[in-house]
């Protein structure tokens, strides 16, 4: 399956922290704080689900969260996850085949789209969209090449993950799509944006 996590699973947050030190998991904890209890919340491609340990420390109950990962072995690494008394449905598959007339007041999508080629990053963008309620949050946190300094190393950088997935088989693209103006022309409000690892990667809280 494509953009599967699979193959490096256990060793995916180990990665993470060796090259980017803690600025992947800071990007992503700063936005919880947006979440209200009793939040219906849609994450997708969660990862290990160090997550759902960070969201259970803002909200330890009421949260109903549907975890929606493409890898099997990230499923059984989150289950085992301390989610305090949150209600979590495990969900393996890709986002693509997940069905569901239900609407999110929150989602998060960090680190998935980068995964995608600009075909499929369009097509999940509008599937997410059209199920987040009005006025729902989206926590979109990803890489970006948008800031003027250091264009050539962080692109470096990107090309080095790039080849290093391809060899193993598990990225489709070789290149980001830049998810910003799809969220402009849907006419989201920015309510916060920050950067991390020199503007490399964004965290942006979108509302609908
Ligand atoms: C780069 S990792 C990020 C993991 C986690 N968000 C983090 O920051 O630690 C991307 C994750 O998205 C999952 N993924 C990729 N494509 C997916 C899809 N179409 N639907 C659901 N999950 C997907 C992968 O299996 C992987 O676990």
């Known amino acids: 399956m494509i953009n599967n996590y699979d193959k490096i699973a256990n060793q995916y947050d180990f990665l993470s922290r060796l090259v980017f030190f803690k600025s992947q998991v ?33 909200h330890a109950s009421g949260l109903q969260i549907i975890y929606v990962e493409i890898s099997e072995k990230m499923i059984s690494l989150s289950q085992t996850r301390d989610f305090k008394n949150n209600k979590v449905e495990f969900i393996n598959l890709g986002i693509e085949d997940f069905k569901t007339d239900q609407l999110f007041d929150v989602m ?6 980068d995964n995608f080629i600009e075909h499929r990053a369009e097509m999940v963008f509008e ?6 309620k009005k006025t729902g949050l989206w926590f979109f946190v990803d890489f970006s090449l948008n800031a003027k300094n250091g264009r050539w190393w962080k692109s470096l950088i990107l090309k080095s993950m790039y080849v290093f997935f391809k060899l ?4 489709e693209t070789n290149k980001l799509t830049d998810m910003h103006p799809l969220f402009n022309k849907k006419s989201y409000l920015v309510v916060e944006q920050q950067f991390y690892y020199a503007s490399f990667i964004s965290a942006t809280v979108y509302q609908k």
């Open 168 to 171: 193993i088989g598990i990225v």
């Open 26 to 58: 800071n990007a992503q904890i700063n936005q919880l704080k947006y979440i209200a209890e009793n939040s219906s919340i849609l994450i997708v491609g969660g990862g290990t689900g160090w997550i759902l340990e960070e969201i259970a420390k803002i």
């Open 127 to 132: 599937l997410l969209h059209s199920r987040l």
């Open 108 to 113: 998060l999508t960090p680190f998935l789209f």
